[in-house]
């Protein structure tokens, strides 16, 4: 399946300042809004559903012998036509 690129920003950040953005979409996720991401002249509102599949993936890229990036990726995922996923994988536990 194509992938279509919607929105993307990327640049560095605090640690503080990454938190203060994942404050505000549990918020929106909470209170059942729409998300609007914004940067410059592009912006994309989404509406996730009720039960979205959540995907939590930690990630090295790089040489195995060498240094590489590593990587947290949070993702929320649910078909434009369905109204959320119910598949389970394992409860997550952040700690």
Not at 53 to 75: W, Y
Request: zero cysteines.
């Amino acid at each position: 399946m194509p992938e279509e690129v919607l929105f993307k920003s990327e640049s560095s950040q605090t640690r503080e300042e990454i938190a203060s953005y994942l404050h505000s979409v549990a918020e929106k996720l909470e209170q059942g809004d729409a998300v609007t991401l914004k940067s410059g002249s592009e912006s994309v509102t989404m509406e996730p559903p009720a039960r979205p599949t959540f995907e939590v993936k930690a990630e090295r890229e790089g040489p195995t012998d060498g240094p590489g990036e590593l990587s947290i990726e949070f993702e929320l995922e649910w078909d434009e036509s369905d109204s959320g996923g119910d598949g389970e994988s394992g409860q997550l536990e952040i700690e």
